[in-house]
């Protein structure tokens, strides 16, 4: 190996033996392990990803939604209409998303679809949640939780 660039020498801290790391504290072991695809289907790794990113944009979007809506009950204004302003861009981000799972065609996910068996984003318990913040209340929806009282109360 050459004598490439050594960050260590600028002052970059590169032992982490006794301190927090970035690996560490986003939990990426976690993250990165979270990915288990039931088929050889080269594209169900994308429909993974993409799903599970999508869940942790919604968990961000609830959390910028409670916040905002407890300040706006307090009157402070500035603040929540920031974290509203927030909420459009994540949205944005959630959307564009979905650009990159376009790249699979219906015949691609035809290859794995039934390894998914019965299951369904339409059982995100997420998104049933932006639902009920934004006024659709429908308690039928909630049915697909029942399985898991923790999600259906």
Not at 3 to 20: L, R, V
Not at 88 to 98: E, M, V
């Amino acid at each position: 190996m050459s004598d490439s660039y050594n960050p260590e020498t600028d002052g970059a801290q590169m032992s982490f033996a006794k301190d927090m790391s970035y690996g560490d504290y986003l939990h990426m072991d976690q993250i990165l392990s979270a990915q288990t695809p039931l088929s050889p289907a080269h594209d169900e790794m994308l429909f993974i990803i993409q799903h599970q990113t999508s869940e942790l944009w919604i968990k961000l979007a609830l959390h910028e939604a409670s916040a905002a809506r407890a300040l706006l009950e307090k009157g402070d204004y500035s603040p929540a209409f920031k974290m509203c302003a927030r909420l459009s861009r994540i949205f944005d981000q959630l959307n564009s998303a979905w650009d990159v799972l376009r790249t699979m065609t219906p015949s691609d996910y035809t290859t794995f679809r039934e390894t998914l068996g019965r299951s369904s984003g339409f059982q995100s318990h997420q998104y049933r949640l932006v639902e009920y913040v934004l006024g659709n209340r429908n308690e039928n929806l909630m049915k697909v939780h029942a399985h898991r009282p923790e999600l259906h109360q």
